[in-house]
């Protein structure tokens, strides 16, 4: 077996759905550290954001490197959404094994072994497209691609992130022409995502910069019209901007992820609305159980690294959210107890918002789902965790 092949076998040997439990559990019943998702919060998001662009005319290609489930995706889906986007391949291959057809691939793929996997995820009821954004990395899939084949192409641009894309007017028509010069090739469209704008603290300035970043696309979209390659998709944006890119008439579809969620990242930003990000609600938590109190002020809980992404702010804790946490290695977080503060018992458990959900989800292999009645009735498998390659 070559290493893709030995990697995909595994893949296609991860569950996809959902697991029973023989009867019900309170979120305190759960084995700790345990990522739980509220159902009801999540579908109120995936239809309050479906509904949000549905009267914009704005589709929603929501993306899968959030929650990395096709249970979930297969909501999204009901709920309208075109398509399913993930970040890498073995995420895509993930989707299809958990029985998602429509996929968009939203980064470049420049690698043999790479272009080898999306060959072999090619089928006629598999609506596979991808990104690309340098003529090696087109040279590379052509090379791997047979004459049956068929694959639309999106050229990703990049105007100031500095993360993929290209971002020269010559080099985007060398790529649309270059694609549409190959019968395995369909230009699809342009992909554009500013990433680094999704998490500017300030509204306004949110605003300004994201709507200013697609106004300097007009030239390239200009030119693209003159020469006949009209793209048919023009696709970006995220859970940051979904009030502000609808804006862009150019435009046809967003790549919203941590709506689904909302994470402590997210929570602190200001929106339309206020000084809080309350678009959405907090579907994702992570339960914990206290285990330890080594100093009266502090008392310690079982979720640490491992538990929660820590590549940005603090996880908060729902029920107490003016206790302080912090890390305290791989397995343990510490929560300070200021004077005049609820006690908290040993054996407690304590659910918290995370700091920063897509790696969070990645660290753990089920989701357990809680329903309208306040008990755990199943657990979703996170079928893409880890798939990183």
């Not at 919060?41 to 914009?56: C, E, F, P, V, Y």
């Not at 793929?109 to 340098?134: C, F, G, H, N, R």
């Not at 500095?162 to 971002?167: A, H, K, L």
């Not at 969070?360 to 989701?367: A, D, K, P, Q």
Request: hydrophobic fraction near 40%.
């Amino acid at each position: 077996m070559t290493g893709i092949e030995l990697a995909l076998a595994g893949l296609r040997q991860r569950p996809t759905a959902p697991i029973a439990l023989k009867q019900p559990l309170e979120v305190d019943q759960l084995p700790t550290p345990a990522l739980v998702l509220d159902l009801p919060t999540l579908d109120r998001n995936i239809a309050k954001m479906s509904g949000h662009l549905q009267r914009h005319g704005k589709a929603i290609r929501p993306h899968s490197k959030t929650h990395k489930c096709p249970l979930i995706a297969q909501r999204q889906l009901a709920a309208g959404a075109l398509g399913i986007c993930a970040a890498k391949p073995s995420e895509a291959a993930a989707m299809i094994h958990g029985g998602i057809k429509q996929i968009l691939l939203t980064s470049p793929v420049v690698t043999e072994s790479k272009a080898q996997l999306i060959a072999s995820l090619l089928a006629p009821e598999v609506d596979l497209m991808m990104v690309v954004d340098s003529m090696p990395g087109l040279d590379i899939l052509a090379r791997h691609l047979s004459p049956e084949h068929r694959i639309g192409l999106l050229v990703d641009v990049d105007l100031s992130m500095g993360r993929t894309g290209v971002r020269e007017l010559d080099d985007i028509l060398g790529l649309v022409e270059q694609i549409s010069a190959d019968p395995r090739f369909r230009f699809a469209g342009i992909q554009h995502y500013a990433g680094h704008l999704m998490h500017l603290s300030d509204y306004d300035k949110r605003r300004e910069k994201s709507l200013t970043a697609w106004e300097r696309l007009d030239d390239i979209f200009r030119a693209l019209d003159e020469r006949g390659f009209v793209p048919a998709i023009v696709t970006g944006g995220g859970t940051g901007t979904f009030d502000i890119d609808i804006d862009v008439g150019r435009l046809t579809e967003l790549q919203v992820g941590s709506y689904v969620f909302m994470d402590e990242e997210y929570r602190a930003l200001g929106s339309a609305r206020g000084e809080r990000f309350v678009d959405f609600d907090v579907s994702l938590t992570v339960a914990c159980s206290t285990i330890s109190r080594p100093q009266q002020p502090t008392i310690t809980v079982d979720g640490g690294y491992k538990a929660f992404a820590s590549d940005s702010v603090a996880p908060i804790c729902v029920q107490m959210p003016d206790l302080r946490y912090h890390f305290a290695g791989d397995e343990h977080g510490v929560l300070v107890l200021g004077d005049g503060e609820r006690a908290v018992d040993l054996g407690q458990v304590i659910e918290f918002i995370t700091p920063h959900c897509d790696p969070t989800v990645n660290l753990h292999e089920l989701y357990w789902v809680r329903e309208a009645d306040g008990m755990v009735h199943s657990c979703w498998p996170i079928t893409a965790r880890g798939c990183s390659w």
